[in-house]
């Protein structure tokens, strides 16, 4: 049971960028699917989750940004990322939430990392000009 995230890039601030998350050992649909990020120097953050009835939850610093998605044909889950700021430079995982995507009060993406398995290896999204 592995995930594996790909399609980063290189992209220049305000600019779009899709990554996918490609599931081996298991279908997607089953499991909440998590996207999380991790920038140079920094602790890894959640982004936002799609649960099992395809219902998407962000964590505040990109809510109406980017934008999750799966096609459960090709078993592969998508972070669409719009408006990238520099901020957003970071390897982007994907992972299972095995407690499919849980929220806050505000509606935000609140996981718990013990929640959290199937890690593949993340890709790097730079933003620059």
């Known amino acids: 049971v592995q995930l594996q995230a790909s399609g980063g890039g290189l992209v220049q601030p305000g600019g779009s960028l899709r990554v996918s998350c490609a599931a081996s050992?298991?279908?997607?649909?089953?499991?909440?699917i998590g996207w999380f990020r991790q920038a140079p120097g920094k602790e890894r953050e959640g982004v936002g989750c799609i649960n099992t009835d395809g219902i998407t939850y962000y964590t505040d610093a990109v809510k109406g940004r980017f934008t999750i998605s799966r096609d459960n044909a090709k078993n592969t889950v998508y972070l669409e990322m719009n408006n990238l700021k520099f901020e957003d430079t970071a390897v982007y995982y994907c992972?299972?939430?095995?407690?499919?995507?849980?929220?806050?009060?505000?509606?935000?993406?609140?996981?718990?990392?013990?929640?959290?398995?199937?890690w593949g290896q993340g890709t790097l999204v730079t933003v620059s000009s």
């Open positions: 050992g298991f279908t997607l649909d089953v499991d909440g």
């Open positions: 992972a299972r939430d095995l407690a499919n995507c849980p929220y806050d009060h505000s509606g935000s993406y609140y996981y718990n990392v013990k929640n959290l398995d199937a």
